[in-house]
């Protein structure tokens, strides 16, 4: 027979409320644990689902892997740079820029440069040390 009281407002007088024993329905064990207890055993599709990464294994790592690398930039982009260096800082030596003291560690070939620049790196490609080399330019190591 249908009727409008829910379970809950039927059983509100009873004890245990449809469970058995007051202790079937208490504490962690009701819940499968405290926590995160279980994610690899009952609660493992909860773990597949919303914690892919908690039972990852990384491996090793070298450290030399762990090394920052260095910033890098584009023969292309050293005009544009070098505005703006020698517009605000004004020019050291001419048309030198310094590409240690701005953080850059390593020099690239891609594109062309058309200014003859002296270029303070590190590190430069071989066509990167071509392109500057045509335009009327040089490499210094530091």
Known sequence: MPHKLRKVRKQRGSRYMGWGQVGQHRKAGGRGGKGKAGGRKHFWIRTVKYERDRFKSTGFVPPSAKKP????????????????????????????????????????????????????????????????????GSIIEP
């Open 69 to 136: 690398k260095p910033l890098t930039i584009n023969v292309g982009e050293l005009e544009d740079l070098a505005l703006k260096v020698i517009w605000d800082y004004g020019v050291k030596g001419g048309n030198e820029l310094d590409l240690e003291s701005l953080g850059i560690g390593r020099l690239l070939g891609r594109g062309s440069v058309s200014v003859p620049l002296n270029v303070r790196v590190s590190h430069a490609t071989m066509s990167a040390q071509e392109k500057i080399e045509e335009a009327g």
